[in-house]
């Protein structure tokens, strides 16, 4: 068991590390220079090399990929392109908002998917679960920020009832939660259902019915607790995926966050910012799967077994 | 050494971890508790009342009739790609300065953009792009990750390991965040663009494809091909592809709506093409800024985007349904 930890965390170090490595070579390795786009068109080579030379970009790749890694693991993610401000502290400061977005997101993702799947199944074959598969088909379908326009349409522009924009308070906070939450429950409704169809088929199903215990139980008790307790599978995802569009939901509502700044950042050309921005959402997103995968073998006796026949 | 997680819900096709590819219509498993369900067994509410021969009807006519449906909208898409002039009444570039953000009527079916542009015209134009988008981003990913996908599964040893390990990384940064970072450097265009999402996508579909290869490999008619002297490449090629076909059809279907939901995505952030034809996504962002006065402004872009990808999910899933031994029609 310990052996396992130890070998999932050395695994996932690796793992990041690589993930630094391809980030640093994509931004930085790939054509399109930085000093070039900062300094606009019409600038004089001088101009253009000056800035190189400024932001360091002028340095050999080896050189200026040492540097990176030798900052990163000291905690430093470098300087600013454009307010010449450390990339931590600025992401720093951004960080609250996003994880507050993220979480909250999260939580209302695995509450609707949960109760939604449960519903779908114990309808199952019915209008209420037909409905239910079909609005998730087409949420799935949409961009996110669609689904988070028609919500201000919706709720902001005919009823009044919440603000668009905004940064205060919980209010503002509802409807880029409500859209992150709903576009995210589909995958996990998805997994409760399938889940629990194919847990009634399970041979412990009809031992807990020989034992005479009544269907209700069986469906509500164990069926349902065997299938939410897959879900943790889908967490990682979950995270990988809130992150990503925390961005697209952060511009489009307007919020503080390290989503927005990325796009901003984008705009500036400011690599280093962009480069932190996708480094702490890789990391945060490596160590929740393992998190999940550690949680796994504890809650789930099979997987244990498993990996004790898979690594001799 | 396979993660725990991994373990549980990558083999079998129902529960698949992706979120982008995991796109079951409504009708899609509701035929395995009817087929497979001894009847009588359950005596919850909802089998209680339940009429098992009727509804499977019921749900033969009800995908009998989306499949088509969403043959049809493909195909009209797909003439709006080719022939917009054909679709659109006014060019894209029409500015009707007398009809400025004009709500929906007889002249302009989608109403007037901002600058007076007809919606409707404008979401033709923009169907291009998005078809574009998709269908060679999947094109470049889908044959890339194939290929190392069932190289991987297929050597095993040291270059699966190696060739993980890269997956893992690569996988291990989020979704459109890649796509972001590739257009960022690129730059907009729509050769950056498609090149973003074929790097993004791209280690699922050899992530998939490698768990399959390995499951073929140990099969007895390889080990016939390969002492009747078949070349490595040679079994790949004649063997362990077109073992993989289904899967790789449905992938590719799928991965088609992804790519386009990613292209939004990046065109929404200001990453896309945005010239005299703008795509989908960038209708969505102009759109944005005028929420409170034209909602037909991005609610029929963001339909078009949405009514495509809810036509590909679906054609993906019937294949699976038709072609997948477990859920195929007895």
């Given at each position: 068991m310990l052996r396992r930890l130890v070998e999932r965390f050395l695994v996932s170090l690796g793992?990041?590390?690589?993930?630094?490595?391809?980030?640093?070579?994509?931004?930085n390795w790939l054509p399109g220079d930085a000093a070039t786009l900062i300094a606009g068109e019409d600038a004089s080579p001088e101009t253009v090399h000056h800035l190189r030379v400024k932001l360091g970009t002028d340095r050999p790749l080896s050189d200026q990929y040492r540097t990176y890694l030798t900052g990163v693991l000291h905690g430093d993610l470098g300087t600013s392109y454009v307010t010449r401000e450390p990339v931590v502290r600025r992401l720093a400061a951004q960080l609250p908002s996003t994880l507050m977005l993220t979480f909250s997101a999260c939580s209302v993702a695995i509450a609707l998917g949960v109760v939604l799947g449960v519903v779908s199944v114990s309808y199952r074959g019915r209008?209420?679960?037909?409905?239910?598969?079909?609005?998730?088909?087409?949420?799935?379908s949409m961009p996110s920020f669609w689904l988070g326009m028609l919500m201000i349409l919706v709720f902001s522009v005919r009823l009044g009832w919440l603000p668009v924009i905004g940064n205060g308070g919980l209010l503002p906070l509802?409807?880029?939660?409500?859209?992150?939450?709903?576009?995210?429950?589909?995958?996990?409704?998805?997994?409760?259902?399938?889940?629990?169809?194919e847990g009634l088929h399970e041979p412990y199903v009809t031992t807990l019915r020989a034992k005479g215990l009544g269907e209700r139980r069986i469906f509500y008790v164990h069926v349902l607790r065997n299938a939410v307790t897959s879900t943790i599978t889908l967490l990682g995802v979950l995270v990988g995926e809130s992150l990503s569009n925390a961005v697209i939901i952060e511009t489009l509502f307007a919020r503080q966050g390290i989503g927005r700044t990325t796009v901003e950042a984008i705009g500036q050309k400011d690599v280093p910012v962009v480069q932190g921005a996708i480094l702490i959402a890789s990391v945060a997103y490596v160590l929740v799967n393992l998190l999940v995968d550690l949680s796994y073998t504890l809650i789930d006796p099979r997987t244990r077994l498993q990996t004790l026949k898979g690594t001799r | 050494?396979?993660?725990?997680?991994?373990?549980?819900?990558?083999?079998?096709a129902r529960a698949l971890p992706e979120i982008v590819f995991d796109a079951a219509p409504p009708e899609s498993s509701d035929q395995r508790?009817?087929?497979?369900?001894?009847?009588?067994?359950?005596?919850?509410?909802?089998?209680?009342?339940?009429?098992?021969?009727?509804?499977?009807?019921?749900?033969?006519?009800?995908?009998?009739?989306?499949?088509?449906?969403?043959l049809l909208l493909l195909s009209f898409v797909a003439v709006c790609a080719a022939f917009p002039a054909a679709v659109a009444p006014y060019l894209p570039t029409d500015m009707h300065t007398d009809a400025i953000l004009s709500s929906p009527a007889r002249a302009h079916l989608f109403g007037t953009d901002q600058f007076g542009r007809d919606v409707f015209s404008l979401v033709v134009y923009g169907a291009r792009q998005s078809v574009l988008i998709g269908v060679f981003a999947v094109l470049i990913?889908?044959?890339?990750?194939?290929?190392?996908?069932?190289?991987?599964?297929?050597?095993?040893?040291?270059?699966?390991?190696?060739?993980?390990?890269?997956?893992?990384?690569?996988?291990?940064?989020?979704?459109?965040?890649?796509?972001?970072?590739?257009?960022?450097?690129?730059?907009?265009?729509?050769?950056?663009?498609?090149?973003?999402?074929?790097?993004t996508t791209l280690p699922r579909y050899a992530r998939i494809l490698r768990g399959q290869a390995l499951s073929v490999r140990s099969r007895p008619f390889i080990e016939a091909s390969r002492a009747a002297g078949a070349s490595h490449f040679a079994i790949l090629r004649k063997h362990v592809l077109p073992h993989c076909s289904v899967q790789i059809m449905?992938?590719?279907?799928?991965?088609?709506?992804?790519?386009?939901?990613?292209?939004?995505?990046?065109?929404?952030?200001?990453?896309g093409v945005n010239d005299e034809r703008p795509d989908w996504g960038y209708l969505l962002t102009q759109g944005r800024g005028y929420l409170t006065v034209a909602w037909w402004a991005v609610t029929f872009p963001g339909l078009a985007i949405t009514s495509l990808v809810v036509s590909i999910n679906l054609l993906g899933d019937a294949l699976r349904r038709r072609f997948d031994p477990r859920t195929a029609p007895r």
């Open positions: 793992v990041i590390f690589g993930a630094v490595t391809l980030i640093f070579l994509v931004l209008w209420l679960d037909h409905a239910i598969q079909a609005i998730s088909l087409f949420v799935h509802v409807l880029p939660v409500a859209t992150l939450g709903i576009w995210l429950s589909v995958p996990l409704q998805r997994l409760v259902r399938d889940g629990m169809l | 050494m396979k993660s725990a997680a991994e373990q549980l819900v990558a083999a079998p508790p009817q087929t497979e369900l001894p009847q009588g067994q359950l005596t919850t509410r909802s089998r209680r009342k339940e009429e098992p021969a009727e509804s499977w009807l019921a749900q033969l006519s009800l995908s009998d009739v989306l499949v088509p449906a969403s990913s889908c044959s890339i990750g194939v290929s190392l996908g069932l190289v991987a599964g297929y050597a095993g040893g040291w270059l699966d390991t190696a060739l993980m390990r890269l997956i893992d990384i690569w996988l291990a940064i989020p979704n459109i965040l890649l796509a972001i970072a590739l257009s960022t450097v690129l730059g907009p265009s729509l050769v950056n663009t498609i090149f973003a999402i074929s790097i449905v992938l590719a279907t799928l991965g088609v709506g992804t790519s386009i939901l990613i292209g939004s995505g990046l065109s929404f952030l200001g990453l």
